[in-house]
């Protein structure tokens, strides 16, 4: 049986669906990042390795980061 039209525009309806969650989902990521502190850490000028020397694994006083080493960290942790 061939698709009718209607199904078709169904099926384009549940995507279009799917692509607004995922751009929210997204988003919502993005802001779920916390600043980082302005401590003399963090004002200094840093690049990236920096950033990942010290935030890799993390000791009692620096926090791990709890997801893989992006290859920025400013667009989310940004001041
Ligand atoms: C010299 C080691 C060091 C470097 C380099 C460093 N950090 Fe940190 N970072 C720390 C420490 C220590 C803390 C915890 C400070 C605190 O809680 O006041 C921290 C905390 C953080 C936090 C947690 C903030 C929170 O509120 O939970 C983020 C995010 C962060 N750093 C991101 C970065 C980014 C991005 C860079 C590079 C631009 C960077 N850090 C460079 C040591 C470092
Ligand atoms: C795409 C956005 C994004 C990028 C890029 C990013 N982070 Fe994160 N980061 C997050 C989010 C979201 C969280 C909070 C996760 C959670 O609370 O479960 C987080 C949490 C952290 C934490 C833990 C903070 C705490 O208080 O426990 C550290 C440390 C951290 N990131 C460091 C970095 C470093 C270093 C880089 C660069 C290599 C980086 N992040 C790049 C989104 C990002």
Redo the contacts with the bound molecule.
Sequence with gaps: MPVTSNRKHFWYFLLSLGGVMGIGFFIA??Y???AMPLNEEHTTSLN?DT??SC?LVGDEAT?????R??P??R???GE
């Design positions: 990521f993005l779920a990042a916390p990236t950033c990942v935030h926090p791990a980061m709890p997801h080493p992006f920025g960290c667009i989310c942790h």
